[in-house]
């Protein structure tokens, strides 16, 4: 599942008792015509008619100036270790790179890398491009030099920003791809700093471009079922649906379950950033979303769950989405720190499926919190479904209801045609967040987009009450720990070995991280070579979370199917078995 879990409220007070409200089809009604921001009409998007909102921000610089008046009045917005933005300091930090950026020939469409661990100048980048018009290309922090070299050649981005490690693992690549890389934080004793080239430019006004909502805004790479990752491309309107969406959740769940009249204020919004920036999971729903919500935006370069936790309690972080295994450390670093976690009302699972026995323990450990689940997709801008609190405890293994009131959902068989409520179909949805295409892939974007239509490749079944179930996905997917991994990438790496005759890669349940990379080898004849060999071989070939765990070798071929492709089913089933034998 390519999960990115978003709760159905950002202001809720979910530890009070409910009063009785409405349904939700009433409060959806309530608020569409009541609140002009989400008022909803229809509009042509790339020759297709959609439900979209009338009157949201329709691109990330109207997005930061709406956004001024939910962050007024506030000493701080950004926090990262012991670095403070305030919100006016954030926007002049994204003001004046854009000016730098126009000062240097970047132009509307022009692509601009992002190569670097979180931190905020990642952010300060990406609005700056974003605003300007230039397009925002993504890319994977934990890709190596071939990886970085296919996604550079792939979104013709020339001029990219990265930290020291990035930019270690571009160095062979600057001459040939013509790079002009500008060095971000510990980057900057390896290229021109970018503190430097901010300098350049001036923080008094908008960049002037006109800009469109249906502008690209950013690239962002998703694995598919080729071996080489998938260019999303997003636009403002995708984007900005999306946040609008979430925020106007808070608005329903309020008249769902309103809180008692004796309820103390709400806290001010505290979003935890745990999850790597380039991916939709943090950039959207944390980072975009914190801007719109008048929300704090708290920070981590990497995973720490004890330091979660200290900022958690100090920060009084409100709002928390990480992958379920980041859920399952928190709560053991707050046991053996006796934290409670008091201020957190959300705490949300994306990339992945939360495992559903972890649901309740969760419930239990932090009960002033609304559990979360969800699903979404880098082609969606993140928006789908979701499900909280007492539904979610209820039912652990589904997934929610379609986030309304633009979204639209259809389940559908291998023909296109829609099967009854109940039954296993195909995920498709319809919504102005879905993305404008795949980079450079006409015929991927064909199969995938069909009359406005998003084929997800996920299969599930929607109940009476709306409630979607997933319950496989039809795409060789393995997903590590929120990291989606092709299987054809780690077989190709395989086959790179010389030893290597044929592979094929699949999933291994995993308590911790919920699947991890197993695969099957078969080796040439009178070739020899250990799994350990082959495991130390892949270390530089694909990124280290794509390293099968475990590699079962063979000398006779794989089982193949009636098509004469590998039997990946079969093959992993009997590979599980031979796990389940030896231990």
């Not at 609140?35 to 959609?50: C, K, M, S, W």
Request: charged residues 20%; negative net charge.
């Amino acid at each position: 599942m390519n999960g990115q879990a978003l709760g159905p409220d950002i202001r809720a007070r979910p530890g009070f008792a409910p009063l009785t409200g409405m349904t939700l089809a009433q409060a959806v009604t309530h608020v569409t015509t009541t609140n002009p921001l989400y008022a909803v009409t229809e509009a042509d998007i790339r020759g297709q008619r959609y439900k979209t909102f009338a009157n949201i921000p329709g691109t990330t610089r109207a997005l930061l100036q709406w956004s001024e008046t939910p962050q007024a009045g506030f000493d701080d917005y950004l926090v990262f270790h012991d670095e403070r933005w305030s919100y006016t300091a954030f926007c002049n930090d994204v003001r004046r790179t854009a000016d730098a950026l126009q000062k240097i020939g970047v132009t509307q469409g022009t692509p601009v890398g992002i190569a670097m661990r979180n931190c905020p100048e990642l952010l300060i980048l990406f609005m700056a491009i974003s605003s300007m018009g230039a397009v925002a290309v993504f890319l994977n922090g934990w890709w190596t030099t071939p990886e970085l070299d296919y996604a550079l050649k792939d979104s013709a981005a020339k001029l990219v920003f990265a930290d020291g490690e990035r930019i270690r693992r571009m160095t062979s690549l600057i001459e040939p791809l013509g790079l002009h890389l500008i060095g971000v934080r510990d980057g900057a004793e390896l290229a021109p700093s970018f503190d430097a080239f901010k300098a350049t430019g001036s923080h008094v006004n908008w960049p002037a471009q006109a800009l469109d909502t249906d502008d690209d805004m950013a690239v962002m790479y998703s694995s598919g079922t080729t071996g080489h990752p998938k260019g999303v491309v997003l636009t403002h309107r995708g984007a900005m649906t999306a946040v609008f969406t979430w925020l106007m959740q808070g608005e329903l769940a309020a008249l769902v379950t309103p809180p008692p009249p004796d309820a103390p204020p709400a806290l001010r919004p505290c979003f935890l950033v745990v999850t790597p920036l380039f991916h939709v999971t943090a950039s959207h729903p944390m980072f975009l979303l914190s801007l719109a919500a008048g929300g704090k935006l708290v920070v981590m370069d990497k995973w720490d769950a004890d330091k979660a936790v200290d900022l958690i309690e100090s920060l009084q972080v409100t709002r928390f989405l990480g992958v379920p295994t980041q859920s399952a450390d928190l709560i053991h670093a707050a046991a053996r720190k006796d934290a409670a976690l008091s201020s957190l009302i959300f705490v949300g699972a994306g990339g992945a499926k939360r495992p559903a026995a972890q649901v309740e323990g969760l419930a239990r450990a932090i009960p002033s919190a609304q559990i979360a689940t969800g699903w979404g997709m880098t082609e969606t801008n993140a928006n789908g479904i979701g499900m909280a609190g007492p539904d979610y405890v209820a039912r652990p293994g589904a997934c929610g209801r379609l986030y309304p009131p633009v979204q639209e959902l259809r389940f559908l068989d291998d023909q296109g045609r829609d099967v009854p409520s109940g039954e296993i179909g195909e995920i498709t949805v319809r919504s102005p967040s879905n993305m404008r295409c795949y980079l450079n892939k006409l015929e991927a974007t064909a199969e995938t987009m069909q009359d406005g239509w998003l084929r997800t490749g996920d299969l599930g079944f929607i109940d009476a009450d709306g409630i979607v179930t997933i319950v496989d996905r039809k795409k060789n997917i393995i997903i590590r720990g929120g990291e989606n991994i092709a299987c054809l990438d780690v077989e190709g790496a395989l086959h790179r070995h010389v030893a290597v005759a044929e592979a094929c890669a699949f999933a291994i349940p995993h308590d911790r991280l919920g699947e991890v990379v197993g695969a099957a080898v078969t080796l040439h004849p009178g070739a020899r070579v250990s799994e350990e060999e082959l495991i130390a071989f892949l270390q530089n070939q694909i990124a280290r979370f794509k390293v099968p765990e475990r590699i079962w070798l063979h000398t006779s071929a794989l089982p193949r199917g009636t098509t004469d492709k590998l039997d990946r089913r079969s093959i992993r089933t009997a590979c599980l078995e031979q796990m389940k034998e030896t231990t």
